[in-house]
């Protein structure tokens, strides 16, 4: 992906909705691909081969424009906790829109590990992100994960998981 090929995606993120499929189309056609979905997945593939950390963050701008499905879920798991690149936020965001259980034991690993790009930070934005994923995710297994988070060392990390555990419980009623 060439500089200007991003410049081009991420052109998408301010286009006003009335003119968003008609940009859509322009990207799909640019790269050669014949529907949105499937350049998603090979923009995404070819960033992780690459190891190239602004494609990662390109390509999930266009798989988010043409939606997220079982395939890219499989390789949002496989980069999630990737130190190559800086968009585990987004990542963690996307995971937890699944609701998908399996997304568990990745999602416990956002909430705990501190990606170099983000050591220093106190706010801990992914791991709040994370145990917000955790917390709704269905089951007697994301529960525990947020009993287990609440004796975690760091207070955000706590006090994030304490909330969800909470707010699980208002909502069982």
């Known amino acids: 992906m060439t500089p200007e090929d991003s410049e081009a995606i991420f052109s998408l993120v301010h286009v006003p909705q009335a003119e968003r499929d008609g940009a859509m189309a322009k990207i799909v056609k640019r790269f050669g691909e014949t529907d949105g979905r499937t350049l998603g ?96 995710l269905p089951g007697s297994e994301a529960e525990d994960a947020l009993r287990d988070l609440t004796h975690d060392e760091d207070k955000v990390v706590r006090e994030a998981a304490e909330y969800q555990l909470v707010r699980r419980a208002k909502q069982a009623g």
């Open 41 to 136: 997945l090979r923009l995404l593939r070819e960033a992780i081969d690459q190891q190239y950390g602004d494609g990662l963050v390109a390509a999930s701008v266009v798989a988010g424009s043409f939606g997220f499905d079982a395939e890219h879920f499989d390789i949002l798991i496989r980069v999630a906790t990737a130190e190559w690149h800086t968009d585990h936020e987004n990542i963690a965001t996307t995971l937890a829109s699944y609701r998908d259980i399996r997304a568990l034991p990745t999602l416990v690993k956002l909430a705990t590990w501190i990606p170099q790009h983000e050591e220093g930070d106190d706010i801990r934005a992914l791991a709040v992100k994370a145990i917000w994923g955790i917390g709704n």
